[in-house]
C-alpha cells in the first residue's frame, strides 16, 4: 500500500486496540489514546526504510535517505545470507528484512527500552520522530507543498506538548505497566502495531510479504504472505483508494467512539 493507506490503517489499529482495552477495563486516558494512535500512523511508514522512494525517505532529509541506503544494504546482505534454495535472487532488500515479525518487535521493544532508560530526552526523540511520520502519512499533501523546516517544527511542538500531556498524573504515561520505573514502556506497543499493520497491508499486495521470516515454509525463507491472488491488488489501486481508506476511516472513528466510552 500506499503511505496514505499505510499510516490511517495504522492509527485504526490503535483506536481498535483503545476500544479492546475498554471492554476488557483497562481504558487508555485519553492522552495515551491520541498519542498512541498518532505513534502507530507514523511507525507504519517505518518498514519502508529499505525503500529510498518511500515517503520516510523524503522525511527527515538527508539523514533519512542515507539511512534508507544503510537499511537497503543490511537488508539485501541478510536475505543473501539466509535465503533458501526456492528463494529468487534479488537485487535489493525492498519488502525483505524490514517488512518481518522479527524486526517489528526488536522496534518495539527497543523503543521501549530508550524510553524506560532513556528519560524524557529519549521519549521526546521517539514522539518526534513519529509525530513527523504522522504528518507526512496522515497530512501527505500539506506535507508535500511545505517547506520541510516546517513538518519539522511541527513534529518538534506536538512532541513537546504531548509529553507534557502525558506527564501529568492520571494521562497514561504509566498505562497498563504502573511499577515504578516502568513509565512509558507502553510506548514500543503503537510501534510493534504500526510496523505489523504495514507487513499485513502489504501482504494484500500483488507481491505478498514476508512478514513469518525465518521461519521457512517449503523451499523458501522469504515466503511472501497473502491471501489467494485474484484478492490482491496493486499498490495505489482503486481498491486501495476506494474501498481500503473508507473502511480505515470507520473503524478507526468506531473504535475511538468505544475507546472513550460512547457506547456505554
Same mark, same amino acid.
Given at each position: 500500500?500506499?503511505?496514505?493507506?499505510? %499510516?490511517?490503517?495504522?492509527?485504526?489499529?490503535?483506536?481498535? $486496540?483503545?476500544?479492546?482495552?475498554?471492554?476488557?477495563?483497562?481504558?487508555?486516558?485519553?492522552?495515551?489514546? =491520541? $498519542?498512541?494512535?498518532?505513534?502507530?500512523?507514523?511507525?507504519?511508514?517505518?518498514?519502508?526504510?529499505? @525503500?529510498?522512494?518511500?515517503?520516510?525517505?523524503?522525511?527527515?532529509?538527508?539523514?533519512? !535517505?542515507?539511512?534508507?541506503?544503510?537499511?537497503?544494504?543490511?537488508?539485501?546482505?541478510?536475505?543473501?545470507?539466509?535465503?533458501?534454495?526456492?528463494?529468487?535472487?534479488?537485487?535489493?532488500? @525492498?519488502?525483505?528484512?524490514?517488512?518481518?515479525?522479527?524486526?517489528?518487535?526488536?522496534?518495539?521493544?527497543?523503543? %521501549?527500552?530508550?524510553? $524506560?532508560?532513556?528519560?524524557?530526552?529519549? $521519549?521526546?526523540?521517539?514522539?518526534?520522530?513519529?509525530?513527523?511520520?504522522?504528518?507526512?502519512?496522515?497530512?501527505?499533501?500539506?506535507? !508535500?507543498?511545505? %517547506?520541510?523546516?516546517?513538518?519539522?517544527?511541527?513534529?518538534?511542538?506536538?512532541?513537546?506538548?504531548? +509529553?507534557?500531556?502525558?506527564?501529568?498524573?492520571?494521562?497514561?504515561?504509566?498505562?497498563?505497566?504502573?511499577?515504578?520505573?516502568? @513509565?512509558?514502556?507502553?510506548?514500543?506497543?503503537?510501534?510493534?502495531?504500526?510496523?505489523? =499493520? @504495514?507487513? =499485513?497491508?502489504?501482504?494484500?499486495?500483488?507481491?505478498?510479504?514476508?512478514?513469518?521470516?525465518?521461519?521457512?515454509?517449503?523451499?523458501?525463507?522469504?515466503?511472501?504472505?497473502?491471501?489467494?491472488?485474484?484478492?490482491?491488488? !496493486?499498490?495505489?489501486?482503486?481498491?486501495?483508494?476506494?474501498?481500503?481508506?473508507? =473502511?480505515?476511516?470507520?473503524?478507526?472513528?468506531?473504535? +475511538?467512539?468505544? +475507546?472513550?466510552?460512547?457506547?456505554?
Amino acid at each position: 500500500m500506499m503511505g496514505p493507506a499505510h %499510516s490511517l490503517s495504522g492509527a485504526a489499529a490503535w483506536l481498535a $486496540v483503545g476500544a479492546a482495552a475498554a471492554g476488557l477495563d483497562h481504558p487508555m486516558p485519553w492522552p495515551t489514546l =491520541v $498519542v498512541g494512535a498518532l505513534i502507530c500512523a507514523g511507525a507504519a511508514l517505518a518498514p519502508d526504510l529499505d @525503500h529510498q522512494a518511500a515517503t520516510i525517505s523524503r522525511a527527515f532529509g538527508p539523514i533519512s !535517505r542515507l539511512l534508507c541506503k544503510i537499511i537497503d544494504l543490511l537488508a539485501h546482505a541478510v536475505y543473501r545470507a539466509t535465503r533458501k534454495k526456492g528463494d529468487p535472487r534479488r537485487a535489493g532488500g @525492498h519488502r525483505t528484512l524490514t517488512h518481518t515479525w522479527v524486526w517489528a518487535a526488536l522496534l518495539g521493544t527497543g523503543c %521501549s527500552a530508550a524510553a $524506560v532508560y532513556g528519560g524524557r530526552w529519549a $521519549v521526546l526523540g521517539i514522539l518526534f520522530v513519529h509525530m513527523v511520520l504522522a504528518v507526512e502519512g496522515l497530512l501527505w499533501r500539506q506535507a !508535500r507543498t511545505s %517547506s520541510d523546516i516546517l513538518v519539522w517544527l511541527l513534529g518538534a511542538t506536538s512532541a513537546w506538548m504531548l +509529553a507534557d500531556v502525558l506527564d501529568d498524573p492520571g494521562n497514561g504515561k504509566d498505562w497498563l505497566f504502573t511499577q515504578p520505573g516502568q @513509565h512509558y514502556m507502553w510506548i514500543g506497543l503503537p510501534i510493534l502495531l504500526g510496523a505489523l =499493520v @504495514h507487513c =499485513v497491508g502489504d501482504a494484500l499486495t500483488v507481491s505478498g510479504c514476508p512478514i513469518l521470516w525465518p521461519i521457512p515454509i517449503g523451499r523458501r525463507r522469504w515466503y511472501p504472505i497473502g491471501p489467494p491472488k485474484f484478492m490482491r491488488f !496493486r499498490a495505489g489501486s482503486w481498491v486501495e483508494i476506494k474501498i481500503l481508506t473508507p =473502511v480505515f476511516f470507520l473503524i478507526g472513528g468506531a473504535s +475511538a467512539m468505544g +475507546a472513550l466510552g460512547v457506547f456505554g
